[in-house]
Structures are given as structure tokens and as C-alpha cells.
């Protein structure tokens, strides 16, 4: 079976983008403003134009608490989007849309318009993906239009659904429930974005969903998205 995925960025084209757009959810467990962003990323899970990943970071966990779900990894991933846009803090709950644009996690309306707005980009490129006879898939990404040089391509594997029983720190007490929690983020390689080119994924260890990212050197925009399940 062959996916076919024309994804966004970039001026020039009339063909608009199809592919999903990427919100990624900064969020710790250990946060009492979390709550509310947390099941508003749930509800963006139940649209298939959006891709929203929880990345939970470990920076609460002193207060109590230590976050079941969170990576040191996330943390330096929001600190380094932090750093390309000139600001010294960090803050939960915060969501990154497509990598452009910080907005509080929170700010339904904000985002909304800002997932909207990509939406509206025209495709530089395209992704198809087929599955393997072994379990894997094999990607290939395919330029429709210049791009430039040096791209990430990303996999990441997360659970649709967690729930757990907070005891300590600011949430005790409560019972919360979490969407698309991701569990693995990995690079797979580099692309020029000049001409085609393919990528192997092996089947995970355990069948869970996951995605293909590719973007931008340096953690730019995210150039194109597909679901893998």
C-alpha cells in the first residue's frame, strides 16, 4: 500500500497542502495550568487535518512530581525553539505550530487561526509511503518546488490515549488523561531537498502510531508531515 502526501511551505504554488499540521504540546504532569491545554490536545487529535504530539518536559518534576512521560530530550527541544526566537524562558502549557508558531497552550482561537494559516500554504513537497513485507515502511520524498538545503526527516512513534493518577506536586489528586503522548522521536537522516529521495523504517518493537517530520536544518519549519499508521 502506497500513501501519497503533498505536505506545505513555501511560496509560489498553486497546489495547497494536504497533509497534516504539526502542534507540538510542551506540558509536564506536574503543571496546574497543563490540564485545560492537555485535553484541548485531544481535541485536535480528533481532526485529521491536524498532527498534535505531546512532548512532556521534565523541568516540574522538582516540585514533587516526577513526570511519567517526560524526556530531558523535549526539554532541550523547546529551549532550542526558544533560542531561534530570541527568548530566555521557557513556559508550560506551550504549543509550536509547525514549527513557526509559539502560542500559549491555552489560546484555542489563536492557534486555531494559526493552524489555518498553514493550511492555506502551498506544497513544496510531496511524501509517499509503503509498507514493507517485513513490517517496516520505506518513505519518499519527492520536491515540487525549491526548498532549501538540508532537512531532518524525523520519526516519531506516540500512544493515542494515557491516563495516570497524579499523588504529589500541583495536580495531586487528580486523574488526567493524556492524547498522542510521544514515546520515541528519532532522526532518520538529513535530505538536500534538491532531488528524490528514500528512507527506511523498521516496524517498531510494538505496534504504536506514528509519523514522518520533515524539518527544516537547525529546527525551522516543519516543511511536511504523514501519519504512519
Excluded at 11 to 20: F, I, M, R, T, V
Excluded at 167 to 191: I, K, M, P, Q
Amino acid at each position: 500500500m502506497t500513501l501519497a502526501v503533498s505536505a506545505a511551505a513555501g511560496p509560489g504554488l498553486a497546489e495547497e497542502s494536504n497533509a497534516p499540521v504539526v502542534v507540538e504540546l510542551f506540558t509536564s504532569q506536574g503543571c496546574a495550568a497543563c490540564p485545560p491545554a492537555d485535553a484541548f490536545l485531544a481535541e485536535l487529535a480528533q481532526d485529521p487535518g491536524v498532527l498534535p504530539l505531546a512532548l512532556h518536559v521534565d523541568y516540574w518534576d522538582y516540585i514533587g512530581w516526577t513526570d511519567r512521560f517526560a524526556k530531558a530530550a523535549f526539554t532541550k527541544r523547546q529551549k532550542t525553539y526558544a533560542h531561534a526566537a530570541g527568548q530566555r524562558m521557557i513556559y508550560t502549557p506551550q504549543m509550536i505550530v509547525a514549527g513557526r508558531v509559539e502560542i500559549a497552550g491555552t489560546k484555542k482561537g489563536r492557534i486555531h487561526d494559526a493552524i489555518a494559516a498553514e493550511q492555506d500554504r502551498p506544497a513544496v513537497m510531496r511524501i509517499d509511503i509503503e509498507a514493507r513485507d517485513d513490517g517496516g515502511v520505506r518513505v519518499r520524498l519527492t520536491p515540487l518546488a525549491a526548498m532549501e538545503p538540508a532537512a531532518e526527516v524525523i520519526v516519531v512513534r506516540y500512544a493515542p490515549l494515557r491516563e495516570i493518577e497524579i499523588s504529589r506536586g500541583e495536580n495531586a489528586g487528580h486523574t488526567l488523561h493524556y492524547a498522542n503522548v510521544v514515546t520515541d522521536w528519532a532522526v532518520l537522516g538529513t535530505w538536500d531537498g534538491q532531488s528524490p529521495a528514500e528512507f527506511a523504517i523498521p516496524a517498531p518493537p510494538e505496534p504504536q502510531p506514528g509519523a514522518v517530520l520533515v524539518q527544516a536544518a537547525g529546527q525551522g519549519p516543519i516543511l511536511s508531515a504523514a501519519r504512519l499508521d
